[in-house]
């Protein structure tokens, strides 16, 4: 996927590797994506690795990670 450079304001974005960032992506996604990135990384990542990220980010906004905590609890 080719993510908005308004995104990932502080990389190049083209750089950017999704397994070795995974991370990073999904944090970035989460918290600023739109609806066409949410589903992207929805059907990219595996949902237990989404659960386990949101769960341990400590640099999610509180009500993002609150609404996906929520939202994977359902998987």
């Known amino acids: ?3 908005r450079q308004a995104l990932f304001w502080d990389v190049d ?5 999704t397994k070795k960032n995974a991370q990073y992506v999904i944090e ?3 918290d ?20 386990k990220i949101v769960k341990k980010s400590r640099s999610l906004r509180p009500e993002t990670k609150n609404l996906w905590l929520l939202m994977l609890e359902k998987i």
Do not use: A, H, P, Q
Request: zero cysteines; a positive charge; proline letters at 0%.
């Open 13 to 17: 974005s083209n750089k950017i590797d």
């Open 32 to 51: 600023f994506g739109n609806d066409r990135e949410v589903r992207w990384l929805w059907s990219f990542y595996d949902k237990n690795l989404l659960k």
């Open 28 to 30: 970035r996604i989460f």
């Open 1 to 3: 996927m080719k993510f």
